[in-house]
C-alpha cells in the first residue's frame, strides 16, 4: 500500500483539486447520519424532479430554516406572512418528503478537540462490490471521518477527518485507515484555511 503525504506549501492545489472532483460524486456516506442518507447519482433525474414540487413561499420557509433550524413557528409564520397553523402544515409536508432532513446543532471542533481538517484520496487495489462494501462499512465505524463521497476521477473516495493535530492524524492513518480493506494509495491533504465550510444549499 502506498501513501503521499502533500505538506503545507502543495495542499492548496490539492484542495482545488479535490473541490472539483467533489461536483462528481455519485456515491456519499454520511458519518453523522451513519449511513441512512440517500445514494446520490448524477445521472439520475429524479433530484432535478423534486425541484418543481415546492413553491416560492416553501422556498422561503427553507432558507429561513437553514439560518436558523430553532426559529419558532410563530417567528417562521410572521416571516413568510401566513399563518402558523400553515406554516406548520408546510413545514410538517416539507419534513415528510424529505426536502427537510433533520435538525442539529452545528458544534465548534475547536472546542472539542478536532480542530484540523484533513482531506484524504483513497484509491482502493480492486473495484469490486465486496470491496466496496467492506471499504464503506469500516469508514461508518470511526467519528473522525465527518464526511466519505466516492469519486470519478484518478481515485476512488474523497475523505473528509476531523483530527486534533498532524500527529493525530498520523496516528490514525497508519492505525486505521490505511488498514481498511482494498486501500492501495492514500494522498493526503492538510486544510491551512476553512474558506467556507458547511454552507447553506441555493434554493
Known amino acids: 500500500m502506498k501513501h ?15 473541490a472539483k472532483r467533489v461536483g462528481l460524486l455519485h456515491d456519499v456516506i454520511c458519518n453523522t447520519c451513519r449511513g441512512r442518507g440517500r445514494f446520490y447519482n448524477a445521472a439520475n433525474p429524479s ?36 399563518s402558523p397553523t400553515a406554516v406548520l402544515a408546510r413545514t410538517q409536508r416539507l419534513q415528510r418528503e424529505g426536502f427537510i432532513v433533520g435538525f442539529e446543532a452545528k458544534l465548534s471542533p475547536f472546542k472539542l478537540g478536532c480542530g484540523m481538517t484533513v482531506f484524504v484520496e483513497v484509491l482502493l487495489d480492486r473495484t469490486t462490490p465486496n470491496i466496496f ?3 464503506k462499512a469500516a469508514v461508518l465505524t470511526h467519528p473522525e471521518i465527518s464526511e466519505c ?11 473528509k477527518l476531523r483530527v486534533r493535530d498532524m500527529e493525530a ?6 492505525r486505521r485507515l490505511w488498514q481498511f480493506p482494498g486501500v492501495r494509495e492514500t494522498r493526503t491533504y492538510a486544510v491551512i484555511e476553512e474558506v467556507k465550510d ?6
Open 47 to 82: 433530484f432535478e424532479n423534486t425541484v418543481h414540487d415546492i413553491d416560492a413561499i416553501d422556498r422561503k420557509i427553507l432558507v429561513i430554516l437553514q439560518k436558523d433550524g430553532r426559529i419558532s413557528n410563530l417567528k417562521l409564520a410572521e416571516a413568510v406572512s401566513l
Open 4 to 18: 503521499r503525504y502533500f505538506g503545507v506549501n502543495q495542499c492548496f492545489v490539492g484542495a482545488a483539486r479535490a
Open 133 to 135: 462494501d467492506a471499504f
Open 169 to 174: 492524524y498520523r496516528d490514525f492513518a497508519s
Open 198 to 203: 458547511g454552507g447553506p444549499l441555493p434554493i
Open 149 to 159: 463521497h466516492m469519486v470519478a476521477g484518478g481515485f476512488d473516495y474523497l475523505i
